[in-house]
């Protein structure tokens, strides 16, 4: 099988490394706009040609792995481009207006559009990591728009990976995406803003942050280049969560400034269930 | 040497491991409120003897290491009751209104007052590990008040554990503290609570969450009876904390609803600083 791989960061340079190392005799064509990115990828062994306009026909899983904006820029033009018997497959953390996108596009049969919950703060084709892929799960939407003999290349892999496989509307995907991931990076971002402005002097966060600040501004690391666009193409759930989250913050502040210490125990108490959820979280992608 | 303990938790009970194997010849006195925690450091092999009126004369340290309300009210008790060798020392994470709660002391010089930066969400004598205290920073305050003498015996310890030591002055440590520790706790418990509230049903959390969640909240599985009173007792400087990241989430609201992309990338790039002051921050103790 030739793989092809357009944007090679930690989503893609890592899928490179998960596929060589499980399928040998697959090939990977892999592309970046940026040349320096695309040399490292040679260099790092995770692509073995350039993917171009004279073999992009020739692929049979080509994968989309840049930032949420750019995929629905490229998006239209590599269906067009693509051979009768390629899956074009995108990772992005939304999901509608991908989708919505491509609804009418005569290919639209020819794209499958999944969300693998993995990842690290690390970014480029050297934050690649094996293993990435694996025991994850992986989020399918609009399954039934994509072609059932395409989607058959698709899933021999996902499922040599080991995923649990979950499937999903694209709305419903970015209304519950925004408050269980991308709500964490924006208080992660801001957090780091908060006391970063404070802290001037940074030797005082050396000096006194401990590893439930490095845990909790862990995300603020996260591309820039990557997360605006998820922000911004998942605004009206975001903007909704985030209003949530604030008001919740103005509560509690509240009930601080009255020493209400009864009801904060409760509070907290309750948010205390948190540990039985995340003891349900599969965590073997933890970097 | 002999040790004594109040407070047979995470903090209590892991110095009592890091002594124990350190300075084998110390005998180690415990003591705790909840019968079933006192019982549970005699099991786990934490404490040597139970710490009483009768034999707390003859302690040479005696670390507080409950909430910090408690400290409050107890600290001078104890210090009426201790015997002229022994030095107390506390571990809470505030450490302004504790340490005006001895100031007028008659036996002020017997005290000193300490934050070691170290810990884990887990809390109770099972939840000890040993190490904890090893290699950390650990902030000391009013050194001058303290006995050069009794402060020796502490610095014996200290030194031993190879600590970071960083001196400060109470109001300045709560300050900056309420920045690098507790405002994390408050956007963790806070982030936990509105996501929790969002989906009803839990099986979506264990589902959608991956490893960015899973470390934005952990702070958030901490005990409401140890964090509840140190937001209480700073809590002048963490309304000031929370005020300025509430501005700031509000900020970035408004420049997603604007589609402000270059404003945010330029934001989120500076934030991006955060990865050369984690790098600078010793992990040793992240659990």
């Known amino acids: 099988m030739n793989i092809g791989i357009i944007g090679l960061g930690l989503m893609g340079g890592s899928f490179a490394l998960d596929v060589k190392e499980r399928f040998k005799e697959f090939v990977i064509y892999g592309f970046d706009k940026s040349d320096e990115h695309l040399k490292m990828s040679f260099d790092l062994k995770l692509i073995d040609f350039k993917l ?16 949420v904006d750019e995929t629905i820029n490229i998006l239209p033009n590599i269906l067009d481009k693509v051979g009768e018997n390629t899956i074009v497959v995108d990772v992005g953390s939304t999901k509608l207006k991908i989708c919505e996108g491509v609804s ?9 559009a999944m969300h693998p919950i993995a990842g690290t703060e690390n970014s480029g084709p050297n934050a690649s990591v094996s293993g990435l892929y694996h025991g994850i799960t992986n989020i399918l939407c609009e399954v039934d728009k994509t072609d059932s003999n395409l989607l058959k290349k698709v ?15 694209p709305s419903s995907h970015d209304e519950h995406i ?55 193409q998942n605004k009206s759930n975001l903007v909704e969560a985030l209003e949530g989250y604030i008001n919740n913050l103005n509560d509690l502040k ?12 409760d509070d907290l108490n309750n948010i205390n269930r948190v540990k ?12």
Chains 1, 2 share one sequence.
Request: proline share 3%; no cysteine.
């Open 104 to 112: 009418n596009h005569k290919n639209r049969k020819q794209f499958l």
């Open 254 to 265: 509240v009930k601080i400034q009255n020493d209400d210490k009864e009801s904060i125990i």
């Open 155 to 169: 899933m021999k892999i996902l499922n040599n990976f080991e995923m649990k496989i979950i499937y999903m509307d």
């Open 178 to 232: 925004s408050y269980v991931s991308h709500l964490s990076h924006v208080t992660s971002f801001i957090l780091a803003k908060t006391v970063i402005e404070k802290e001037k002097n940074e030797k005082n966060i050396f000096d006194l942050a401990g590893s439930g600040f490095e845990s909790t501004v862990r995300l603020a690391k996260s591309s820039p280049f990557m997360w605006t666009p998820i922000f911004l």
């Open 52 to 67: 171009d306009d004279d073999n992009i026909s020739n692929i049979d899983l080509l994968l989309i792995s840049v930032p």
């Open 276 to 287: 039985k959820i995340l003891g349900g979280i599969n965590n073997k992608n933890e970097k």
